[in-house]
């Protein structure tokens, strides 16, 4: 046997050719088309992962706006109730304020009345006072009316701060005496003894008669007064009474 | 009967060198191939159409063949292989067509395919390993197998030639029998275990190109055997 | 002595691809009983099987395409002969 070696080296060349060619226009081609469709399949996969998360993004963020929305809708909420609620209680606030500022009108306009009708009736009284005084007064012997009274005046005269007596003690100064009656000039002249005693000199007296005192001696210059007598008496009382119902409530 | 299957005879002069009917087929086969790939492959899209869902099925089938079986990766290997494959197969399935001789059936032609193997398994080690490093793979396990190993590269190409040699020729040869015994109709059976022995002689000695060459390439070559894989 | 050359060649070539079948035959029938064996056990996994059992056939037949191209050398391309 031989072997045709012209034949294999032709058959050498056309398999080497093949080989090129089948490179060149089958294998080449179909490898890069298949490489090219991973990457695109890989880049299809990555932008639907992409386009995934931004829907996952835009959920989120419409879930959140959502919230929010829930959020401001309850604040919203809340505020009104709050609003409502202080509104009713400013609301029964002014209302409770108004009606204790009406009840204290009412109280007060009572008071008033009441205070009136206490007035009225303390000034009855005091005219009763006055009156039965007066009866009563009537009863004891006249002179009791004036000498009675006139040690109580000496001691209103020395219960005078000292420089009113100082003043009363001027020789210049007229005092004025006033009398339930007319004096006679024993009482009178009891009176100015008594008098001078008091104030250490003789002094001009003039005498006024004032029915109204019931019983007693009133002396008044240009700077003091002595009150004493039976009404002064009962008005002091009053006075007190009066106040004494104020303080009592 | 008198014509012998090892002689190559020469079909015509192209000046003074003699052209051989294997040389012609195999021209034919080239063009043909080419031209159905080119046009197969001018318009390639990304939403393939059933010819290049074919193709992508065969390259993708290819490059898991290589991966495989030589465990690296596919690029540089893809072109020789697939062409292994193809023009074997090609070549034995040219039988088909009447007065056409398979090239395969012809010695000079399976011995070019075992050199061409034999040639890149070295190429692809040295430029893997550097030509040291090539040279010391014969001395694996010990330096005493380097006569054993120098000689497996010669008889596995040995093997590879007369495997292909053999089981094409002798389908052609049995099938030339029985056409001379009963013309008609009778060869048909033959036809078809020559079609799918010519398929599995192709796909035999692409795993065994892929073997070598993983051999030649791997540190520690782990040959994978046979089983398990699609023909 | 041509004549005696040529009968032992043919003689040769017959026990080749005789005796060369043998073993291959024996080792087909074992794998395709094997191959059988398999598929019964796991019918699902006849497509793999069937294939692997076709390159194992393929790769023992070749023993016999070996002995045959022996005997086609020794028919054809004896190098005793002319």
């Known amino acids: 046997m031989a072997l045709d070696w012209w034949t294999l080296g032709l058959q050498t060349l056309n398999v080497l050719v093949l080989i090129w060619l089948l490179s060149r226009f089958l294998l080449k081609p179909i490898a890069a088309i298949i490489a090219e469709r991973q990457q695109a399949a890989s880049r299809l996969l990555d932008d639907a992962a992409t386009a995934k998360d931004e829907a996952r993004q835009i959920r989120d963020a419409a879930e959140q706006a959502r919230a929010e929305a829930d959020r401001q809708r309850a604040a919203a909420l809340h505020k009104a109730e709050h609003d409502a609620d202080l509104a009713r209680r400013q609301r029964l606030q002014e209302a409770g304020a108004e009606i204790e500022r009406r009840h204290q009108q009412a109280q007060e306009a009572l008071d008033a009345e009441q205070q009136m009708l206490q007035t009225a009736i303390e000034a009855r009284a005091g005219q009763l006072a006055l009156a039965i005084a007066d009866k009563l007064m009537q009863r004891l012997p006249a002179s009791a009316r004036v000498e009675g009274f006139i040690d109580g005046l000496v001691e209103g005269l020395e219960t005078l701060p000292a420089e009113t007596r100082q003043t009363l003690s001027h020789p210049g100064v007229s005092l004025l005496l006033k009398v339930p009656r007319s004096l006679t000039d024993a009482e009178h002249g009891a009176c100015s003894a008594a008098l001078q005693r008091a104030l250490g000199h003789p002094l001009k007296l003039e005498v006024s008669v004032d029915s109204g005192l019931i019983a007693g001696l009133e002396l008044e210059t240009e700077h003091a007064a002595v009150r004493n007598s039976l009404r002064a008496d009962l008005a002091r009382l009053e006075t007190e009474m009066t106040l004494n119902d104020l303080q009592r409530p | 009967m008198n014509e012998s299957p090892l002689l190559t005879p020469t079909l015509f002069h192209a000046g003074p060198v003699p052209i051989s009917g294997a040389v012609v087929v195999t021209w034919l086969l080239v063009a043909v191939i080419t031209t159905a790939s080119w046009a197969l492959t001018r318009h390639l899209s990304l939403r393939p159409g059933k010819a290049q869902c074919v193709l992508e099925l065969f390259v993708e089938t290819l490059d898991n063949q290589i991966r495989d079986t030589m465990q690296v990766q596919p690029e540089p290997y893809r072109a020789l292989i697939g062409t292994l494959f193809l023009y074997i197969l090609a070549a034995n399935w040219s039988s088909l067509v009447p007065g056409i001789e398979p090239p395969t059936a012809r010695l000079e032609t399976d011995i070019v395919l075992a050199m061409i193997v034999l040639l890149a398994s070295i190429g692809y080690g040295v430029a893997t390993r550097g030509v040291r490093g090539y040279l010391r793979t014969f001395a694996e396990p010990s330096w005493v197998m380097i006569p054993l190993n120098l000689v497996e590269q010669l008889t596995r190409t040995f093997s590879l030639i007369v495997r292909l040699f053999g089981n094409v020729m002798s389908g052609v040869f049995v099938l030339g029998i029985t056409l001379s015994l009963a013309g008609l109709l009778v060869p048909i059976p033959f036809m078809a275990l020559d079609l799918l022995t010519g398929a599995i002689q192709a796909y035999i000695f692409s795993v065994l190109a892929m073997v070598f060459l993983g051999a030649a390439v791997e540190a520690h070559p782990t040959p994978k055997t046979l089983e398990n894989k699609e023909p | ?82």
């Open chain 3, 1 to 82: 002595m041509d004549n005696l050359i040529q009968i032992v060649s043919i003689l040769a070539a017959a026990i080749a691809v005789s005796f060369g079948a043998i073993g291959p035959a024996l080792a087909e029938g074992r794998a395709v009983a094997a191959a059988m064996d398999a598929i019964a056990r796991q019918p699902e996994s006849a497509g793999t099987l069937s294939r692997t059992l076709f390159v194992g056939l393929a790769m023992i037949e070749t023993m016999a395409i070996y002995c045959l191209v022996i005997a086609v050398l020794v028919l054809f391309a004896n190098p005793f002969v002319g």
